[in-house]
């Protein structure tokens, strides 16, 4: 199957975009890209540094900026940040170079997801749940404006919702090539 625009991935930290991103491009024989590490790698420090020593507007910013150029290269799977999708812009750009797939997951998953890692720098409050759970409420209506939506499910693996992913994206047209049957 050959793919025709970049897949980017959306959705809340947790809900598995950079696993199922990495399954998915292998799937398709395309680069897996995490729009977070070219930020990182551009800044030449982490998030968590970026955003302690320059804001989340700054972030924000440069994150637009490496989004533009990696969906103006080849097409590839995109792995995005939880934030990315909530700007206007960003999801102009998307839509117009891209096609967007929202991977949901209920807020108990993705707790149960991040609540042991500490490179979530949104969520370095005193109560990281609360956090967790004002960000997906401020979050899922935005993300509901993307091309695809997938249910990420506890019981699924990761083999599983990349399967549900390319279902998904076969319906939607112009994002395969018409030759390009699954072997």
């Not at 959306?10 to 991103?21: C, F, I, P, Y």
């Not at 979530?120 to 899922?140: H, V």
């Amino acid at each position: 199957m050959s793919l025709n625009k970049t897949v980017v991935l959306v959705g809340m930290m947790g809900s598995g975009k950079t696993a199922v991103g990495k399954a998915l491009a292998a799937e398709l024989h395309v680069a897996f890209k995490d729009s977070d590490q070219e930020i990182s790698l551009a800044a030449n420090r982490s998030i968590a540094e970026i955003f302690e020593r320059d804001g989340e507007p700054f972030f924000r910013s440069v994150e637009s900026k490496v989004l533009e150029r990696l969906l103006q290269g080849p097409p590839c799977v995109l792995s995005t940040g939880g934030g990315a999708f909530m700007f206007g812009n960003n999801r102009a750009l998307i839509s117009k170079l891209g096609i967007s797939v929202f991977l949901s997951a209920d807020l108990d998953l993705l707790w149960e997801r991040v609540r042991s890692k500490d490179t979530r720098p949104l969520l370095k409050t005193a109560d990281p749940k609360a956090t967790l759970t004002r960000i997906f409420e401020g979050r899922k209506d935005q993300y509901a404006l993307a091309d695809v939506t997938v249910q990420s499910h506890p019981s699924y693996s990761i083999a599983q919702t990349t399967e549900q992913v390319i279902a998904a994206l076969r319906a939607q047209p112009g994002v395969f090539s018409p030759s390009g049957e699954k072997s």
